[in-house]
């Protein structure tokens, strides 16, 4: 199995790979200072440490689009790119000490790496106009699912987990369905956030994983699963497990994993987690603008019983 060189870029938090048809991989991630969307690509996952960036899209002077640009996530629907990113109009916090981010859309048909190519859609509304952010999205029986976080005002918590049908990239067209909210012990660390969803399919079945509780040492990851014949819409037809899936290793100095996103490596047929981590604890100030969130990758391996099975967050290794 390839090992990779870790982190595989530097100072770069929620990331998202997508291996395309071109043979390139496409790689975007929030940069340090929230302020613009960048995406780099290369023919193997190692190039992506060596490539240019290329910024495609800039924050607003002002407006709901110009504040803390967060998690983009780039994906090739019906011979089209799309990105989907969260951004608030303040860094103020609302009523409920929250930060005040919805969800928005960008859409090329054209060369991907240039910022002329990209438009925007606007914001992808949902019934609740509060806190919301890492939108994903995944095709199955010729639908368009999506799936994200979003701060409901009568649950506890910062965010949960919902899910939707689309009628195009940038619109629902069903109404949300809650799949969790934080409630177990290691959802609740400091926070209470179920956020970072990511969807993978294998066997018969789809896998969601998401992050859990401060995004310092606590963070983790969490999953779900359903049958890829049930009705994804349905909350109660997901199983939830109740424990983390992926999380710190204080041996290794590896802390709060999370965010992550699904690649294959090179082979095309080796599953790899993508995701970012720190190798400290001492954080000045708050988690979220300390810049030493890298990005990992690693391949990962399916158990007798067709689950995942993600192991530890691999040391940093620059060799």
């Not at 969307?37 to 002077?61: C, D, N, S, V």
């Not at 640009?69 to 103020?92: N, Q, R, S």
Request: include cysteine; charge should be negative; aromatic fraction near 14%.
């Amino acid at each position: 199995m390839a090992t990779y060189i870790n982190p595989l870029i530097v100072q770069r938090a929620d990331p998202y790979i997508y291996k395309h048809t071109d043979g390139y991989y496409y790689f975007t991630a929030s940069v340090p200072a929230y302020d613009r969307i960048e995406i780099r690509r290369a023919h193997t996952l190692a190039g992506l440490a060596h490539a240019a960036p290329r910024t495609i899209w800039h924050k607003h002077q002002t407006g709901a689009m110009s504040q803390l640009i967060w998690a983009p996530e780039i994906h090739y629907l019906a011979g089209k790119w799309y990105i989907y990113f969260a951004a608030a109009a303040t860094t103020a916090f609302d009523t409920n000490g929250m930060f005040q981010h919805r969800m928005f859309c960008l859409e090329c048909s054209g060369d991907s790496m240039q910022e002329a190519d990209w438009q925007e859609r606007g914001q992808i509304k949902t019934p609740l106009d509060t806190f919301a952010l890492d939108a994903t999205c995944f095709e199955h029986a010729g639908e368009l699912y999506y799936v994200w976080a979003q701060k409901d005002p009568q649950i506890k918590g910062n965010s949960n987990l919902y899910i939707a049908q689309m009628s195009n990239p940038w619109t629902l067209k069903t109404k949300p369905v809650m799949l969790s909210k934080p409630e177990l012990s290691w959802e609740t660390r400091i926070f209470w956030v179920n956020e970072g969803p990511a969807v993978i399919h294998h066997g018969d079945k789809f896998f969601l994983t998401y992050s859990a509780s401060a995004t310092d040492e606590n963070y983790c990851m969490g999953m779900l699963q359903i049958s890829d014949q049930a009705n994804l819409l349905d909350a109660n037809q997901w199983q939830k497990g109740q424990q983390p899936v992926f999380q710190s290793d204080l041996a290794h100095q590896q802390y709060g994993p999370g965010h992550n996103s699904f690649t294959v490596a090179e082979d095309d047929q080796t599953d790899i987690l993508v995701y970012h981590c720190r190798d400290y604890t001492d954080i000045q100030g708050d988690p979220l603008y300390d810049p030493n969130r890298h990005t990992k990758v690693q391949p990962f391996t399916w158990d007798a019983t067709g689950q995942p099975d993600f192991g530890k967050p691999v040391p940093y290794n620059y060799q």
